[in-house]
């Protein structure tokens, strides 16, 4: 839904409440989840009407949605099981249990039986736990604390508390002006209009009186109140873009023709007349709020809402929407069109693509069918996999004819999987490969599929309920689902010619695909085998690719006609319209125009044998480039994930690498890096304890685990915004050859400026018996946690108001020290000598769990409750240093004070691994988030370890 459209519904929700129609109001806001009115769901909640609780509540979320929204629908179901039990109805207090709590068995099996416990009990007071409990009035207002909390913490509730700060009467007054500006177009303007209805537009008839040269008022209803919403916390503000269009895809599917004459009922009911226009262009169909689920594709409510017929994407006309915020003006400098280097690949360069994380490192597919990985810092081809079929008996007999008339097969399309563990790659023939990339100068083939008949056109991956997927589409007219075994998940019938291409993407818990076909069709599909939930018409009506920008929120699509013509444009995806069409192109060349976006700014097209840019807020082409001659008259192109580094196709079957000035300074460092260890080792051991069980949904492809050493050229260093780290010590008014002060590996940045640092003192800080030991912020950003030398942990909080708007941690704002209600610390056991000891603490990537020690046994904390949820590793050994693994808060590495490193499973209770290599203390152990590699240090002095498992 647009900008407009949510404004017209808090419009409509001031009138329906200056109105008094209640329910209605209510309905509104659940129906849209643009807003969340804390009053009545207290009203709800007081009165016991749990059913209605729930029922508003899931306008705004949905029990698996977050850890936030569990807890407030548990408690919720909670309340409710324990009233049934204590007006002794335990026939109702079963049926809760059962269909209601049940849901949260799996999740606290031992929580789950002791609430089962009490129906075994004559009075559920005589729980511990319970037997404070009063009346049930009173165990209510309990209730609604605890839940206003949770509400406020809780994301997806975020600016949906307040109500706009609106004049009163906001719509009459809207509806008056508009009815002015059509009195003021009248012919014969009459000095007392009679307006009778909001139906048609008004105009006075013909008369022989004198005009009337004033404006006409009309008077608002008498008494009327502007909306009132009791606030739970300061989020005013914009919805930001997440919350603003909680199911994008829906926007696509449903039915909100703007010719039609139609009006809306609230029109018809209102005592002034709005032209049809107007109303035409506020009118727009509601996005279901209730957002799919990651299981749930197959919902028919859900279905009906989002579409009653299908219609071809138009431009809008009726409403001019305003631009979205203007990001700073667009440098050029900060467009890579400097040319690096050329790169001969030996056969023309169809399809290229960046790694994800290795900024620099650049698959390539080619005509002859053959694959290669280019290091473009060292202008070296690593590795080239020409064309084989891994088997051809577990082909189709179809494929197998084929190559026994004409062996010539080409790359269409090259892609690495958003890990950057694989390399998918779709043939012109049937077939699609997955290479496992294990080493910089190693591709494993995994996977052969006979996907489709005729050419597989398209290949990207999608990650389907936290499973990584292959997305294909071919001549055969089918979008197929694969997963790593090669296993087909969904089969998508409905185009009506060879599919050209694909484009898997999530909005929030919606899961979608769209694809074009060669009649110039979309369809947007589910995960589901009901069909494809769109059918629009592509510009151009022939070929056409669709692209996200890098952050996911614009949606670009680039095609070229029958005719030879180009078409660039951005999708209105609410409204399934198009939003604005670049110009710019010229209609000369044969052949299918290539696009590629970056970093949220730009748009790149290949025309013209040249590079053709976009500020993506601006129709108006913003520079091109020649790349000094020789691209292909239609390049093929692609940026790196940073947007530092353009890759382009040339007319001598090779590619130009252009880059700008961060892009320069990245290369520049892996070359210097090269030159100054030519001939490092890289060392590998084996270590058969380290694999798949230590991460979660990674496919077992080997135990193998490496440590590579640093001083190696290959080595791939972090990567901070896109500049390689060692890139942020070199000079910036070096040029690219000058490469002989090598003196000065990295810079420090002295602060002398005392406007540059702040302070702020801790509110009930540790006190001098207690030492900080350790200090870590909070993974959202919000508070700061830390450990004393006794043990003790203590939490502050950054509050969100006017002075911090953002609740983020800052130096300007004095955190609060926080704690639950029952004053719990998280405590660990120490040692009689604690100074001797070294404490270590971890927190989990969401912030839900810490674990720490201080000489003695690990502990598990919860960080809402503060209480202990496990206590494991007795010494000796003693841990050093603690690390979660990103992904699964169950997996933990574990430093020990005699140089190992043990992989621990919580759940379990069972360590996984043991890594030896140090020989001194662990001092450091940190998870890479995207790659398979855990990073180990010591105290021994010696280089870091790297960890790689797959």
Known sequence: MSSLSRELVFLILQFLDEEKFKDTVCKLEQESGFLFNVKHFEEKALAGEWDEVEKYLSGFTKVDDNRYSMKIFFEIRKQKYIEALDRRDKARAVEILVNDLKVFSTLNEDLYREITHLLTLDNFRENEQLSKYGDTKSARNIMLVELKKLIEANPLFRDKLAFPSLSSSRLRTLINQSLNWQHQQCNNRLPNPDIKTLLSDHTCSPSNGARAATPVTFPVASGSKPLSYD????????????????????GWMVNANPSSSVQSPFFAASPFPVPPSQVSALKHSRTPSNALGMMDYQNNDHEQQLMKRVRSAQSVDDVTYAAPPQQASSSLDDLPRTVVCTLHQGSTVISMDFHPSFQSLLAVGCRNGEVSLWEAGLRKRLISKPFKILNISACS?????????????????????????????????????????????????????????????????????????????????????WDLTGRKLFNF????????????????????????????????????NNGSRVDYDAPGQWCTTMLYSSDGSRLFSCGTSKDRDYFLVEWNESEGTLKRTYSGFRKQFTGIVQFDTSKNRFLAVGEDNQIKFWDMDNINILTSTHAEGGLLSLPRLRFNKEGNLLAATTDDNGFKILANADGIKYLRAIEARSFESPKAPVETKMNQGLGSSVVVNINPLTNKVEHVDQSSPFRHAPILNGVDSITRSIDRKRSLDDLSDKSKAWELTEIVDPVQCRTVTMPDSMGSSNKVARLLYTNSGVGLLALGSKGIQRLWKWSRNELNPSGKATASVVPQHWQPPNGVLMTNDVPENSEAAVPCIALSKNDSYVMSACGRKISLFNMTTFKVMATFMSPPPTSTFLAFHPQDNNIVAIGMEDSAIHIYNVRVDEVKSKLKSHQKHITGLAFSTKLNILVSSGADAQKGKLWLYL
Not at 231 to 250: I, M, R, Y
Not at 457 to 463: R, T, V
Not at 512 to 528: M, Q, R
């Open 493 to 528: 019938e409905g185009h009506e010619a060879p599919v050209y291409s694909v484009c898997p993407h999530q909005k929030d818990k919606t899961q979608f695909i769209l694809s074009t076909a060669f009649d110039g069709k979309i369809k947007a599909w589910l995960y589901d």
């Open 397 to 481: 007999a179809l494929f197998q004819a084929l190559t026994m008339k004409d062996l010539s097969i080409s790359v269409n399309r090259v892609s690495w999987s958003p890990d950057g563990n694989f390399i998918g790659i779709a043939f012109t023939k049937h077939l699609i490969h997955l290479y496992a990339y294990q080493a910089l100068n190693d591709l494993q083939q995994h996977l052969e599929i006979d996907a489709h008949v005729g050419g597989v056109n398209d290949l990207a991956f999608s990650h389907l309920n936290k499973q990584l997927c292959i997305v294909t589409c071919g001549d055969d007219k089918l979008v197929k689902v």
């Open 231 to 250: 606030p739970l916390g300061a989020h005013g503000g914009p919805f930001p873009p997440a919350a603003a269009n909680v199911n994008a895809l829906a």
